[in-house]
């Protein structure tokens, strides 16, 4: 049976190559991001385009709530705002003690990151129920070991670690299937800014072969590439002090 896929983020990076490829597999994909231009793109390409800004509840409600049956929901949409904690580092000149400590990017990057997938998550939920289907949200390697500058950035991904393994027992009941998908670095506009260096750096095609292949094979976890996941994992889960001298290297860098 031809399946039928929302993703989120679908105008670039990994939500782009996962359309795509998903089009290209024959099936009914909904694509859902801001960017108009490329989101008539997708649609020349056969996909059902769908324009909204994810951080909006209510925009997110009215979009996405219609849809009838959905068998798989990916979601990719989210932004990366690293901040700079120094001792000389002031924000603006009617702010003398942040130091660099942003609690607005802290949030801009919860709000999006985690916002948009629980807008989204509520929106097609019957929808996925119908179709017994699975959604999967975009977690990262980052949440295994605490990063300086990445102080919002992976407090919102550990929250989605925690939501998605979460629902993997509350929506069993329901019959939705749930997974986390856990990449580690791919070369896309989002990474674009990083100036450190990547190792086992992936292209959106071979994350999106990972993501795919985990959906098919019905894996919780979807770690990818475990070169870097593997190691990741098991420094966060060693003593502190191991962790930390580890982390506060790459800061130091
Ligand atoms: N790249 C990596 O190395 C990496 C590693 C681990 C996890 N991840 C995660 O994987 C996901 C995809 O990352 P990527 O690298 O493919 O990122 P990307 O190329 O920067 O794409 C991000 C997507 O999110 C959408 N988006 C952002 N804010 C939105 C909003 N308010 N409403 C609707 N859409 C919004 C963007 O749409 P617009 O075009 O409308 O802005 C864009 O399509 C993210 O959740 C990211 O955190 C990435």
């Known amino acids: 049976m031809t399946k039928r896929i929302l993703i989120t983020g679908a105008t670039s990076g990994m939500g782009y190559?996962?359309?795509?490829?998903?089009?290209?597999?024959?099936?009914?994909?909904?694509?859902?991001?801001?960017?108009?231009?490329?989101?008539?793109?997708?649609?020349?390409?056969?996909?059902?385009?769908?324009?909204?800004?994810?951080?909006?509840?209510?925009?997110?409600?009215q979009a996405l709530s219609d849809i009838a049956e959905l068998d798989i929901v990916i979601c990719c949409?989210?932004?990366?705002?690293?901040?700079?904690?120094?001792?000389?580092?002031?924000?603006?000149e009617h702010s003398s003690s942040n130091f660099g400590f942003d609690a607005q990017k802290i949030m801009q990057n919860i709000n999006t990151n985690l916002g948009t997938l629980v807008y989204t998550l509520e929106a097609v939920l019957p929808a996925l129920k119908k179709a017994q289907g699975r959604v999967v949200a975009l977690g990262s390697a980052s949440a295994h070991v605490p990063f300086a500058r990445a102080e919002g950035y992976g407090s919102s991904k550990a929250a989605i670690h925690y939501l998605m393994q979460t629902l993997q027992i509350s929506l069993k009941p329901l019959g939705v299937n749930v997974s986390l998908a856990i990449p580690?670095?791919?070369?896309?506009?989002?990474?674009?800014q990083n100036n450190f260096s990547m190792p086992f750096l992936q292209t959106p095609k071979q994350a999106s072969l990972a993501?795919?292949?985990g959906i098919a094979n019905d894996q919780e976890i979807i770690a990818f590439p475990k070169q870097l996941t593997v190691p990741l994992k098991t420094l966060g889960?060693?003593?502190?002090?191991?962790?930390?001298?580890v982390s506060?290297?790459?800061?130091?860098?």
């Open 211 to 213: 993501i795919r292949k």
């Open 77 to 92: 949409a989210g932004v990366c705002h690293y901040i700079d904690i120094t001792p000389d580092n002031r924000l603006s």
């Open 248 to 253: 506060s290297k790459l800061y130091a860098k």
């Open 237 to 245: 889960v060693l003593p502190n002090s191991v962790w930390q001298f």
């Open 184 to 192: 580690g670095f791919v070369e896309t506009p989002m990474t674009d």
């Open 17 to 61: 190559q996962l359309t795509v490829d998903y089009l290209r597999a024959g099936c009914v994909v909904y694509a859902v991001g801001r960017n108009e231009e490329t989101l008539n793109e997708l649609s020349s390409l056969g996909a059902t385009s769908i324009c909204v800004d994810l951080t909006d509840y209510n925009q997110v409600i």
